[in-house]
């Protein structure tokens, strides 16, 4: 059990509303990654962080942004939902200092945009 | 570019039967990571292998076996007397290392196998 949970496990919004989705690990783990998981897809990386306000884009950033102001959370918002967005995502942490470890994954949170 | 490639979208076995499960991935970094998650009906994600490419060597975990083999660039999982509760998507996942590498986790597009009691 890598400590990781995320909140809400799921959410129904409508198109246009801002949500934000929580990352939060107990571990003191310094890499931290989103992911979206879709239908033929497998789950692609959206925005991952190497520290403290550090952050970066991943494959599938837009329409997304994230914040990481304290070791333990990483948020993800999505500032204008869109049906699009409808998906589940993922956090992940890596064991390690330098992000060439293994990943573990939260429980995810489904998100419905109508 | 790197890429992983799941061709068998789905797999349907009955109880007790052996299963290989295909991964062939393309990355042009010497250095790199092959992993295997599992996904059960509940959804959450289950690591179960990782291997670096300087590590050839076949693994066994029990029912559970990887090849893999570099001069194909396949990474293959196989189950062996297969029971119900295998029945899940299983993931095989990339990673490169290099200055560019950010740790990010490239993945197929997942094989659903269902066995059959």
């Known amino acids: 059990d890598a400590g990781i949970t995320q909140s ?3 959410k129904v919004t409508e198109t246009g509303t801002p949500v934000t989705l929580r990352c939060h690990q107990t571990e003191n783990h310094r890499y931290m990654y989103w992911y979206r998981q879709d239908p033929g897809h497998g789950l692609r990386l959206i925005h991952y962080s190497y520290g403290v306000k550090d952050t970066d884009k991943g494959e599938v950033s837009d329409g997304y942004s994230v914040s990481r102001s304290k070791t333990e959370d990483f948020l993800l918002t999505l500032e204008s939902a869109t049906s699009s967005q409808t998906s ?12 060439t470890d293994t990943q573990y994954f939260g429980p995810g949170t489904r998100l419905t945009v109508l | 570019a790197q890429k992983v ?3 068998q979208t789905e797999i349907s076995v009955v109880e007790k039967e052996d299963v290989t499960l295909d991964c062939v991935y393309e990355t042009r970094d010497t250095t790199y990571y092959l992993f ?3 996904q059960p009906p509940s959804g959450e994600l289950v690591f179960l292998i990782r291997r670096n490419s300087f590590d050839e060597q076949n693994e066994i975990s029990g029912r559970y076996s990887w090849n893999f083999q570099k001069s194909t660039s396949s990474f293959n999982f196989t189950i062996t007397a297969s029971q119900v509760v295998d029945s899940a998507v299983y993931f ?26």
């Open chain 1, 88 to 99: 589940v995502y993922f956090c992940a942490i890596s064991e390690g200092g330098s992000g």
């Open chain 2, 92 to 117: 095989c996942a990339l990673r490169g290392y290099g200055s560019s590498n950010t740790g990010k986790l490239i993945f197929g597009q997942g094989t659903t196998l269902q066995v059959k009691p």
């Open chain 2, 5 to 7: 490639t799941q061709a």
């Open chain 1, 8 to 10: 809400p496990r799921h």
């Open chain 2, 36 to 38: 295997w998650y599992k």
